[in-house]
């Protein structure tokens, strides 16, 4: 007799806000944290794609930003030999780092989950640090391999994740970042705490508002709250709309991984499906995105310059850029890639005049 088993994945639209929120690899908040790449597009310190875009940018006595910024998830190039068995890890991998691809305002929340015995913080960037709870204190306990006190190539105290400082109490959460900034995370639930304001070292004050879909609207203001300089309002499920009335939307569309494997007398049916950002408008110009196979960004029009992107898919090995494809011509990567706390790495690139 034959047995079915059917594993559906769901999508993150209806998943818990900080359910899939992990913590970063080393390599990952390097990548994310500085501004060092390839020809605009690839981390040498990851071998992935790095994009962080501002889709609107509202100017006030406090300037206010839409920014959104591309977390490649951590997809191996093969799981398997088996094709099958291969799509079904894939599909759970991919199950398990919702977080990552775009990220919008990814330091919404804070708290802990199955991903971490730490309490674990978001930041604007789309890296995430984990943080023990001593009494009031939040103790970091991020590997700090992949942290760096360099500023635009000088050592700055205010780039050092080293220096964070974390309180907490049952009611709130306070995070003070390196560069002077102080978030305030409100207790949501036993395990959450949810953004309510950002306290800037010029003085100024980001708020930030939630209705029951989620966040609202985000005000910059004086410190007291009490003068409004700019704002940022959520409209329907994938827009927003600025104080100066300029809007960005996002469009979305359905990625899906399926299949069937075979164990013995048994045959499990899997089906993994998301949504993944397709195509994105602002009011200087609109980007069209594409994914290959295994969910990894392959195309993006940037701003009328089209690039493409094809990957190593080395079996047990993250998925890293094989090949850069501009209209300038094409750029070919190798690497030993690097052993936090074990040996050093290097990122190789080769372009079609003979240069590296």
């Known amino acids: 007799m034959r047995w079915v088993l059917c594993f ?28 060092l790449l390839i020809d605009g597009y690839i981390s040498p310190l990851s071998g992935q794609v790095s994009l962080h875009e501002i889709d609107l940018h509202i100017k006030a006595a406090q300037d206010l930003t839409l920014k959104r910024t591309y977390v490649p998830p951590q997809i191996l190039g093969s799981y398997e030999d088996k094709d099958d068995f291969d799509r079904l890890l894939l599909g759970k991998s991919l199950a398990s780092q919702e977080s990552r691809r775009w990220a919008i305002f990814p330091h919404l929340w804070a708290g802990f989950n199955f991903h971490s015995r730490y309490f674990q913080v978001c930041d604007p960037s789309g890296f995430v640090l984990e943080c023990e709870i001593r009494g ?36 709130a959460a306070r995070i003070i970042w390196p560069d002077g900034t102080e978030r305030i995370y409100r207790n949501h639930s036993p395990a959450l705490y949810r953004l309510e304001a950002e306290l800037l070292p010029n003085g100024k004050r980001i708020a930030y508002e939630y209705d029951t879909q989620g966040l609202s609207r985000i005000t910059s203001t004086d410190k007291s709250g009490k003068y409004t300089y700019a704002s940022i309002k959520k409209i329907g499920e994938n827009g927003y709309v600025g104080s100066d009335g300029r809007e960005a939307r996002f469009n979305y569309d359905v990625f899906e991984v399926n299949g069937k494997v075979k164990k013995g007398k048994f045959k499990e049916s899997f089906s993994y499906r998301t949504s ?9 110009y609109s980007n069209s995105v594409q994914y290959n196979e295994r969910s990894l960004l392959s195309h993006y029009d940037a701003k009328n310059y089209p ?6 898919r080395h079996k047990r090995a993250v998925s890293r850029i094989q090949r850069l494809n501009t209209p300038s011509g094409s750029t070919l990567f190798s690497y030993d890639p690097p052993i936090a706390g074990q040996k050093g790495g290097w990122t190789k690139a080769e372009y079609g005049n003979g240069a590296s």
């Open 8 to 35: 559906i994945f769901t999508s993150r639209l209806i998943a818990a806000p900080f359910e899939n929120v992990g913590p970063s690899t080393p390599d990952e908040i390097a990548s994310l944290s500085t501004d």
């Open 136 to 171: 009031p204190k939040g103790i970091l306990k991020t590997n700090a391999y992949g942290f760096s006190n360099l500023r635009e190539g000088k050592p700055d105290s205010t780039a050092d994740l080293r220096n964070i400082e974390f309180s907490i109490d049952p009611d």
């Open 276 to 284: 993944v950002l397709v195509s994105a408008s602002n009011p200087i």
């Open 307 to 312: 690039v493409s992107f094809e990957y190593f």
